[in-house]
């Protein structure tokens, strides 16, 4: 999963028992608004596991604070076991404490889309072909299966009923293959991305923390909005490939053509929004 900067020592939040006397003590990896991840391990420790851990918030009323965190754990829980059930590429869901506000998954080893278009981009500038046609050195069959294979994973995620609520390249993962077969020969992972494997893997959903579940076809579409804006303004070398996203995610299933439709209301509002202000 994803790493960020750890908080300053004076900072450090406070594990939940009964983490606070595991050996070796859990690792924060990012710190946000509303909850901390860390990496620890499950039952043995060569099991990594994520651990999320919603801190209670002193500017909220105890009861109040309670009862909101609760039920987020328990949503983002039900959302991740019914999408994993279902066969939505998503970590499983391993122990929590809804009462105490934490949840353990599984530990997704890779690194974000996000992650791995930056670099794309970065080596594309680095041999000149920024602002050229990317089918050269197999750019563009690259990012167009990429791009294929999110939209099946998030119309898949759409048919069985659930909704991310914050679906952007961040909270895509690429976990990478086992081994990669060429020309006969076994190449591990490492390798595999020196010779342009980089956009291989399976794509995994993570962070379903504004998630839930929902037959609207609106909240689908905003899912999809939220995703396209966000090719559009951070990897604006790919968002032409967006386009692939949608035309997959409308195969995928049978509602998902009405749900490009509200698409196009969607984006509507949000220019009016945008001129506004």
């Known amino acids: 999963m994803a790493n960020s900067s750890h908080p300053p020592p004076s900072l450090a939040p406070t594990l939940p028992p009964p983490f606070t006397h595991t ?10 608004a509303e909850a ?6 499950f039952l043995l420790p060569t099991h990594p596991c994520a651990l999320k851990h919603r801190p209670s918030k002193p500017y909220r009323h105890p009861i109040l604070d309670k009862r909101l965190t609760k039920h987020r754990i328990l949503s983002e829980a039900r959302t991740l076991v019914k999408c994993r059930r279902e066969g939505v590429s998503v970590p499983a869901v391993l122990a929590l ?16 889309v996000r992650e791995v278009l930056f670099e794309r981009g970065r080596r594309m500038k680095d041999v000149g072909l920024v602002g050229e046609k990317m089918e050269m050195d197999g750019v563009e069959d690259g990012v167009r299966r990429l791009m ?15 909704v991310h609520g914050d679906l952007t ?11 990669v077969q060429q020309n ?15 956009l291989e893997g399976e794509v995994v959903l993570i962070d379903f923390g504004l998630a839930g579940q ?15 804006r966000a090719f559009g303004s951070t990897h604006p070398e790919a968002e032409a490939g967006f386009q692939e996203v949608l035309k997959v995610y409308g195969e995928s299933y049978k509602g998902a053509r009405v749900v490009l439709k509200r698409l196009e209301d969607v984006r509507m509002r949000g220019r009016k929004r945008s001129m506004l202000g």
Do not use: C, F
């Open 23 to 32: 050996t070796p003590p859990p690792a924060i990896i990012t710190q946000g």
């Open 36 to 41: 901390l991840l860390y990496r620890t391990h």
């Open 97 to 112: 404490d809804a009462e105490a506000g934490w949840m353990m998954v599984e530990w997704v080893e890779g690194r974000t």
């Open 148 to 162: 294929g294979r999110i939209g099946r994973v998030v119309g898949r995620m759409h048919e069985v009923g659930a």
């Open 169 to 179: 390249t961040s909270n895509i993962m690429l976990r990478p293959l086992p081994a």
């Open 184 to 198: 006969g020969d076994v190449v591990d992972g490492e390798r595999a991305e020196d010779n342009g494997e980089s």
């Open 214 to 228: 929902s037959i609207h076809d609106e909240d689908k579409a905003v899912d999809l909005y939220v995703l396209e």
